[in-house]
């Protein structure tokens, strides 16, 4: 089982991100689990979203305190939040950022680090900074969770008339994630 915990900010769209991959990991003939973790906060608070993906039924339904992999979908948030708690060894840490590898590195010693500047992406292709379709290539790149095509039918069946520009943020993302391993 793959356990994945997404930061973001209420309105950045984690829980939508994590519930498109559970449906592509269904699709795909595999189970998944896809629930938000957040209490009254308001749009712009942290919130925190979890994703869950087996080859095997999944009986667990608690939040995910030590996941395999973390997304940061928002930068700021490393000001607020410490997103690599718990965070497994050799884990990686899928952030949407244009900081630079060495930086990277000092901020998250011991583990691997999948990074692209996915808001300078969704501006370009949604014409908005929302960052969560297109985090989802680097998370595939990164982690192979699912496989990427899967992904095409949930965006469509979300987003309908903008899926297009949806599937392409991700798919480009996915072509400029770099990887820096551990």
């Known amino acids: 089982m ?3 915990r997404l930061h973001g900010r209420g309105g950045q769209g984690a829980v939508t991100s994590a519930e498109l991959i559970a449906q592509a990991a269904i699709k795909q003939g595999l189970f998944a689990q896809a629930f938000p973790s957040f209490g009254p906060e308001r749009r712009g608070a942290p919130v925190q979203a979890f994703l869950r993906v087996s080859d095997k039924s999944i009986r667990l339904r608690s939040k995910i305190y030590k996941p395999d992999h973390v997304i ?3 930068p700021t948030l490393l000001n607020t939040v410490n997103p690599t708690d718990g965070l497994k060894p050799g884990g990686f ?3 949407n ?3 630079s590898p060495e930086e990277l590195k000092r901020l998250f010693p011991g583990y691997n680090i999948a ?3 996915a808001s300078k992406i969704a501006k370009e292709e949604l014409g908005v900074p929302i960052t969560n379709t297109t985090m989802l290539g680097t998370l595939i790149k990164a982690t192979n969770i ?3 095509d899967s992904l095409e039918t949930p965006v469509r069946e979300r987003f309908g008339v903008v899926a ?3 599937i392409n943020a991700y798919l480009r993302a996915h072509r400029e994630t770099k990887i820096i391993s551990h």
Do not use: A, F, G, P
């Open 164 to 166: 297009q520009r949806n």
């Open 72 to 74: 940061i979908l928002d």
């Open 2 to 4: 793959i356990e994945v």
């Open 93 to 95: 840490v899928i952030i």
């Open 97 to 99: 950022t244009h900081i």
């Open 115 to 117: 990074y692209v500047d």
């Open 146 to 148: 699912i496989q990427i």
